[in-house]
């Protein structure tokens, strides 16, 4: 092997190809003054090439197929509607009519001017805009210059099965017609896990790494490489035994997807027969999808963050669409919507204000639901009105006190009377419960079950705010140890308290989704668990195999000081160790 480049890998999966490499294509963008008569035909000249943008765009959506391309489908729309933003085509308008500039020139400075107002705000959300931006004005800059179309011009092969892509950034128009050719594994040089192009091929189950720096410099064209999404990793010029061993590898993979997916349709229930409830964590329309197809029996969390990071301000209406969408995708299965949960590393744009020196700490979650109450209105009237088509729960992230539960409770009986006075039909029962994610409400959990229908354990969060470890903090990420006794010591008070009060405990965070760890909930007690579609057969095998008295036992004897293992870690692998399985 001659190279190996790390990443982050976006999903698990292996890709073996060759590389093709989409550059840019450096477009030399014309800067020049203009005659006063002809401002007019210069305005004339960007609105025609906005409108064939937005038409590109509508042409790609229209020929996108129902099911998975619902992702993609969003994030087209989102670039059309750029294409059709005031703040970047008007004020581009005004910037030829008053600086008498060529379209092109105006266009690039109307868009830095845009994009450094993002930067400036280093937050992943605004980051995720700002990509929006570039790539939707990219697309624009080539219709002026009559390059139209995206990065994919005619020397992109049209069979990619064989071919890693290597790129700068990708955006959403790239990704569809990357995926339509079938593109074996991808590369690119920026982005995040929450990048797009990270979400669409996540969805599109399409193995990538993002951050990978100076690929494009490092890696050759038709170059043989090795993508490894689980390590992260990029392996170039790969010898005849590694690239041997990494086919046997990712036929394994695929070999192990297919034959998971055979334990979805038994009963939930250990070998010991104790029963355990399987739930899906879901933002978009494919995932609801999967998950109804997984046979879980409902959504356990959905996230609503999503919404606000495409749209300005999504208001009641395109709120409701969204929430009934997903309720009459999941036929009956109740779906469990959390408000909205802006703040920490994860801030929509039109809530920026709320960026504090620490965000981790800062006005997140339902503290800025509290604090703005217009946006908390129009999303739980949403959320009521959506509960008329199927059953819904309500659940309130980053709680603290007895007070907010109070609060966001009276708030939202306050919302039910409103829309009952309006005359909808609305669930006088439907449940409203808690993320419980901070060491406060660990602590409380016997006030807080007596205040709400369900606890869901936000085990992400709760990990940083005890251990003290940002989640987003590379260097500290070795201490992030969800089998710390001070963790053990609170989900199993929190069980308790569940218990007690007699309302159900799910946990949504990553441990749940997780075969290993779902072992040692288990053993808590905890035996709801909510996880993204594609853990459910993995966990589900791991726990259909579990001895749930032998995991008790042992979680027990580990919290009481009476086992031998030596830490966590020994126990997790006792836990899982199959020699000890049935
Ligand atoms: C968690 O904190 O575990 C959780 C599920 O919520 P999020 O990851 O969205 O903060
Ligand atoms: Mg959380």
């Known amino acids: 092997m001659s190279l190996a480049l790390t990443g982050l890998g976006v999903t698990s999966g292996i890709a073996i190809g060759r590389v093709h490499r989409l550059t840019p294509g450096e477009l030399s963008i014309p800067e020049y003054h203009l005659d006063h008569d002809a401002v007019a035909a210069e305005i004339e000249r960007l609105r025609q090439a906005f409108g064939r943008g937005e038409h590109f765009f509508q042409r790609l959506l229209d020929r996108l197929g129902a099911g ?57 959300y605004l980051a995720l805009r700002r990509e929006d931006l570039e790539q939707a004005t990219s697309l624009v800059q080539r ?41 074996a594994g991808l590369i690119t ?44 990793a990029v392996l170039a010029g790969p010898d005849d035994s590694l690239l041997g061993h990494y086919r046997d590898k990712r036929e394994a993979w695929q070999r192990r997807r297919l034959d998971l997916r055979r334990y979805l349709g038994r009963p939930s229930r250990t070998v010991d027969d104790h029963a355990f409830t399987l739930l899906g964590n879901a933002d978009l329309g494919p995932e609801f999808q999967r998950c109804l197809e997984s046979g879980v029996d409902g959504v356990g969390l959905m996230r609503t963050e999503y919404l606000y990071l495409d749209h300005s301000q999504p208001d009641e209406d395109s709120q409701y669409r969204a929430y009934r969408a997903a309720v009459e995708i999941m036929q009956g299965r109740p779906v469990t919507i959390r408000t909205l949960d802006a703040g920490g590393d994860k801030l929509p744009t039109i809530l920026a204000f709320a960026q504090g020196p620490n965000p981790a700490l800062g006005l997140r979650g339902l503290r800025l639901s509290l604090a703005m109450k217009d946006l908390f209105r129009q999303q739980i009237r949403a959320i009521l009105r959506a509960s008329v088509h199927g059953p819904v729960e309500i659940l309130l992230p980053m709680l603290t006190s007895i007070e907010e539960v109070r609060q966001a409770r009276s708030f939202i009986n306050a919302c039910r009377e409103d829309l009952r006075a309006e005359g909808e039909k609305i669930d006088p029962e439907l449940p409203v419960g808690g993320m419980i994610e901070t060491p406060a409400a660990a602590l409380i959990a016997d006030q807080l079950a007596a205040e709400l229908d369900f606890f869901s354990i936000g085990t992400n969060d709760l990990i940083q705010y ?56 288990l053993g808590l007690g905890l035996d709801r668990l909510s996880m993204p579609p594609a853990a459910l057969p993995a966990v589900k095998r791991s726990l259909l195999e579990a001895d749930s008295r032998r995991c008790r036992a042992e979680v027990e004897a580990y919290l009481d000081g009476r086992s031998d293992h030596a830490d966590g870690l020994a126990l997790l692998k006792s836990l899982n160790d199959p020699s000890r399985d049935d």
């Not at 700068?168 to 990704?175: F, N, R, S």
């Open 68 to 124: 998975g391309a619902e992702t993609a489908r969003e994030l087209l729309e989102a670039h059309r509607l750029i294409l059709r933003d005031p703040l970047l085509i008007e004020a581009t308008e005004e910037r030829i009519r008053s600086e008498r500039i060529n379209a092109e020139w105006a266009l690039v400075q109307q868009s830095e001017q845009l994009q450094n107002e993002f930067r400036r705000m280093a937050d992943d």
């Open 143 to 183: 219709e002026l210059a009559d390059q139209p179309g995206t990065l994919i011009g005619s020397e992109v092969p049209h069979q990619l099965a064989d071919t890693i892509v290597v790129a700068e950034e990708l955006g959403p128009a790239e990704m569809t017609v990357l995926a339509q050719r079938k593109v």
């Open 189 to 232: 040089e920026h982005g995040g896990p929450w990048s797009h192009a990270a979400i669409l091929a996540r969805s599109l189950e399409i193995p990538m790494l993002v951050g990978v720096h100076n690929a494009l410099d490092l890696l050759g064209e038709s170059e043989p490489i090795i993508l490894d999404g689980h390590y992260g």
């Open 466 to 521: 005890v251990l003290a470890i940002d989640r987003s903090d590379e260097l500290v990420n070795y201490l992030y140890d969800p089998t710390h006794p001070a963790m053990l010591m609170l989900l199993r008070r929190i069980q308790q308290a569940g218990r007690r009060h007699n309302i159900s405990v799910t946990v949504c965070g990553e441990l749940a989704g997780n075969e290993q760890t779902a072992r040692l909930l």
